[in-house]
């Protein structure tokens, strides 16, 4: 798998296939230049090769990855769009909708704190 078409085309379910195209092309049209990469077979943004968010489809969510400091700064406004989580990361169910403005602080927030970071993870 080398590019997000190639994930995108492993999801089976037409509706969560849709669901998932519409995220990613959210985060595509809303943040031009960051990179888009496949690492452990998870679609991934980088800005100057440093992670920003990872984005990935299960049976029955969207999992988002932001890293375990952004899901601690963040947990609070997860909690209340409704969405489960972990310490790195949470989980939009596919019968729910999705909270672009989180998804926009999130990668907002990382894209800021990341400025100049030179390793991969935090």
Do not use: C
Request: charged letters at 30%; zero cysteines.
């Amino acid at each position: 798998m080398e590019t997000f078409q190639d994930y995108i085309e492993t999801i089976d379910d037409m509706t969560h296939r849709k669901q998932f195209e519409e995220v990613i092309e959210w985060i595509n049209k809303n943040y031009l230049d960051l990179g888009r990469v496949i690492k452990w077979n998870t679609p991934m943004y980088t800005m100057d090769d440093t992670f920003i968010l990872g984005i990935n489809s299960a049976k029955k969510h969207i999992s988002i990855s932001p890293e375990e400091k952004s899901m601690g700064i963040f947990k609070e406004d997860i909690e209340q769009s409704g969405y489960s989580q972990t310490n790195g990361l949470f989980r939009i169910k596919y019968s729910q909708t999705v909270d672009y403005d989180l998804l926009k602080k999130m990668i907002d927030y990382n894209v800021e704190d990341k400025k100049g970071y030179e390793k991969f993870w935090r």
